[in-house]
């Protein structure tokens, strides 16, 4: 049972992580593929400040938050100066660049072995939260608060201007919007909703490398985001639960582990092949990829 | 209200241009393709830089301006083809062209929710009070409210874009081809337009257009670019009548 | 001293040459941000090392077989992912994604079926050639000589023939080159053909010398991609210019830091680049709206 409540507490972590991603990708139609890479900054930065200086929950989520929307404005900064696919590989090596540092910086960051013993998130600076039961909660109710606001954000005027953007940014910066505004607070939110995110992992999993935050990791992301669907909330959501769940479901098939791995994104690809064919604003989603 | 622009561009099609507009009044911009009407129309909206010279609207310089900020000095624009912007509905593309931009930072209308209900149910009026002013009382557009840009036809979505210029409090528009490519039959309604614009609602008007009946009957001025520079300019019968216009332009 | 690395930085750009021109075959005719090209150059690596280790076969022929059956994966692609989506007029972006996808799937199957270690290719130690004081490697020789041999072989095919000049057409301009009559489909089949050639070419090449894992497709595929633009996006020749820079770049990196940070200043070099001159050293300058 116990196994159950740690595929909730990760199902939690990429609900967080698809949204991020939907809202930034999804609605505004920025193609970032270095989500993995505010994941990771989120997570080294939050294990810091804990490990460092024990702070409680709140203080730390604020100096992620913090951390992650500073390097966002790279990617912002990026999105104004580069277009298309020059962008897409602007933010590929943007996320190459943070893992690269992860990776070598080993004073800092002890490269690829990492750091373990990281100790539990306080709650009001008094309740070190260990053991399933507290981060399921944490991670529940987290996850609900991050769905809330970003549903909130689909239907709002914000989302509204990050969707016309999408349909036509120069028209709609010749109907007064500052575009590049819009653009920057949508990386914002969703680099410091990715970091949290990498926070909450980390304290969780007790240990972080950097293997943990790669490219690949990033494409997993987006293939979530992509299969289940952009531009609303169901879509991520559903997205986030099929890649989730999807290699639970092979174990319990019984398949070795050793083919399971690959096996399982095999399907991940093929899903994304054939929803980009048959179904490509995904299979929960409102909106097609431009 | 006037401006003068004398200017020189990056890929050098406009080679000095200086034009006065006039306020209230409609002027048209006349000429032949890729003389540069349509970039004079984007440096004047701000989206293109690379020019020396000045843009004065009413003692601001737009010079230095971004192209959203001299929007919202009361700058409004139609592109060519122009459409309304996909993926949303009327109704959300009536409120993006409102210069009420209550709640649009994210989560403000969770915060202040009463006044984003407010903003959104005056801005939802005054486009049901415009859809009703140019298209008459329970036309079909007020049903369609809701309904995608994409349920719209071509020429529908030319004069729903121009309908929406309407929502924002703009001193003076600028309309690149408001009738090209559109059915004769909205033509006339695009012209009732215009001129309510200028007459009710006291607006400046630059227009590009091609279609020259429609410049005739609409424009009070004429200006006529040949070449990067400014030929001819003057009262809309005396230009297009002009020998050496005719002989460029018109070919006759 | 210096000059050791800047001869193995440009040995190594003619690799990333190869890549880049695998890539732009399918970016410039197509537009088509080709990830899967990343999973192609490792079938073409696995084929490679199967046919010489487990099949016994001589490295040529190991090679040719490794190419040819490149050449048809490449072609599958084509037929299997893009051709359908571009009936299906789906955007860049979306061909893009199943790209990503197509790549998921090459790769993890290669990695199901021969497991994810890495692996060597042979490990018999040859005699280095000597000049003075550089060294040249025996892999490193054969990378050189039919590395530039494929490239010049290429620059006169595409300035020459008939099919180099059909191919510089479709990249400029698809639609001008259908309203012309020419067949745009056939044209698109011999492309990914040769894409999958070059690709497996650079991989047979590399994988000779430094070995195969099912991982390290994507960042030679992005290293590839960057020469390309440093290079100068739209043009060919471009891409052989770009794979030389960065392969000079990333080996006077070594020379001056360290291995691990090549891949920093490749793109912090690749930022600054685009941010100053997007169109490469040597690329089309584009006219905004």
Known sequence: MEYVYHVIIMLNIYIMLVLSANLTIGMANLLTMCQAAFYGIGAYIGTYFLMQFNLPFLAIAALVILFTGIFSFLVSYASVRLKGDYFVIATMGFQLIVYTILYNWTDVTRGPYGIPGIPGIKLFGVFELFGVYAYLTLSLVLMGIIVFLFHHLVESPFGRVLNAIRADEITVKSMGRNTVLFKSLAFFLSAAVAGLAGVIYASYVSYIDPTSFTLDESIFIISALFIGGIGNTKGPVLGALFVVLLPELLRFVGLPDSIAANLRQIIYGLALILVMYYRPQGLWGKVILK | MSFTNAQNETFQLLRGVNLDVEKGKITA?????????????????????????????????????????????????????????????????????????????????????????????????????????????????????????????????????????????????LLDEPTSGVNPVYIETIEKIIREMKEQDGLTVLLIEHNMHFVRKVADICTYLDDGVIEKVGPTAEVLDDKNVRNSYLGL | MIWQFIINGLITGILYSLLAIGFALVYNTTRIFHIAAAGIYIFAAYMFWFFVAEVGLPIIFASLVAIALTMLLSLLSELLVYRPLKNKKASLNVAMIASIGAMTVIINTIAMCFGNETKVVENTILQPLTFGDIIITTPQKYQALIGIAVLVAFMVILQRTNWGLRLRALSADETLFETLGYDTKATRIMVFLASGAFIAIASCLTVYDVGLDPNMGMSVLISAVVAMIIGGVGKFSTCILGGLALGVLQSLTVYQFASNWQNVVTFVVLLILLFLRPQGIAGYKQRTV
């Open chain 2, 29 to 173: 911009l006349v000429g032949g393709n890729g003389t540069g009407k349509t970039t004079l129309f984007n440096i004047i909206s701000g989206f293109e830089k690379g020019y020396t010279g000045d843009v004065l609207m009413e003692g601001n310089n737009f010079n230095r301006m971004s192209a959203h900020r001299i929007s919202l000095m009361g700058i409004g624009r139609l592109f060519q083809d122009g459409q309304l912007l996909s993926g949303l509905t009327l109704m959300e593309n009536m409120k993006l062209a409102s210069d009420d931009t209550t709640g649009e930072m994210p989560f403000s209308s969770l915060i202040w929710s009463k006044k984003h209900k407010s903003s959104e149910a005056a801005k939802e009026q005054q486009a049901k009070d415009i859809l009703v002013r140019i298209f008459g009382e329970g036309n079909k557009y007020l049903d369609m409210l809701n309904q995608d840009a994409s349920a719209f036809s071509y020429g529908e979505q030319r004069i729903l874009s121009l309908a929406r210029l309407l929502m924002g409090n703009d001193k003076l528009l």
